[in-house]
């Protein structure tokens, strides 16, 4: 479905209209209920994560979602209140892919059908939100590209994806409002959380996984932080979300800039 056509069905729309454009994009990868009844068949199904990550009032909050793919994380702060600015790359092929998985991972994308912002655009006009999709990597974030501070970020399962955390979180640190927060999710090893609690750890995954550089333990995902300039981190909860192929563990982290 073409923008237009979207936007000519929404807000509103019908469970008709929603079907058919659920149909139209052959790669969802989150979960949305774009009309009642109406789900895209997404690799994860983070809907009943949300509550326990997100505070549940964002009202007169300017909030960031970094890696918005499909937007999933960019409604759900809207629907508390936020307004949003949605950050991700132009196309599939400029992720952070390790180099000796790159081949097969841009010949999967393009079997697969992935067109990065299709989703997004798609169930933005079928909601009807006003989420502004920002094409930025996350490393050259600043004020300028966002317009401006924002008091509220968050980051689901990005971090996994880049070869340096720590500057793409000094990134978004930078946009912070004083007093603002970032919170996280992302995937933890409980082995190596078990073994080593308070070491930071973590597996390096890039040489065999197709398109991960790490799998750390919790005392990991709260260094990552304060490397990059967080004064404070502490862990909300842990979540398992339904997911079509692999069932990960994910802790969810709030992070206050110093």
């Not at 340096?164 to 919170?183: F, H, I, Q, W, Y």
């Amino acid at each position: 479905m073409s923008p237009a056509e979207v936007a000519e069905n929404s807000p509103g729309s019908s469970v008709g209209t929603a079907e058919r454009a659920v149909a139209d994009n052959p790669a969802w990868y989150h979960t949305i209920e774009l009309a009642p009844g109406v789900t895209t068949p997404g690799a994860v199904d983070l809907r009943d994560v949300a509550a326990k990550l997100l505070p549940e009032d964002l009202s007169g909050k300017r909030a960031l979602d970094v890696g918005t793919f499909d937007g999933f994380w960019a409604f759900e702060m809207e629907r508390r209140g936020a307004e949003v600015v949605a950050l991700d790359v132009d196309k599939v092929e400029a992720a952070e892919w390790p180099p000796a998985s790159r081949p097969e991972m841009e010949r999967r994308a393009r079997e697969w059908g992935v067109d990065l912002g299709r989703g997004f655009k798609t169930a933005s006009g079928l909601l009807g939100s006003s989420a502004r999709r920002v094409i930025c990597n996350v490393y050259d974030l600043d004020l300028e590209r966002i317009d401006g501070p924002v008091d509220f970020a968050f980051s689901g399962a990005i971090l996994l994806h880049l070869r340096d955390p720590v500057r793409a979180l000094e990134r978004v640190k930078n946009v912070l409002e004083s007093g603002g927060e970032l919170r996280l999710m992302e995937p933890v090893s409980l082995a190596l959380t078990l073994r080593a609690p308070r070491r930071p750890s973590a597996v390096f995954r890039a040489a065999d996984s197709g398109f991960g550089w790490w799998l750390p333990n919790l005392a990991t995902l709260h260094a990552w932080p304060r490397a990059a300039g967080f004064a404070s981190s502490e862990r909300i909860t842990f979540v398992r979300p339904p997911a079509r192929r692999v069932r990960q563990v994910y802790a969810g982290l709030r992070c206050i800039p110093g």
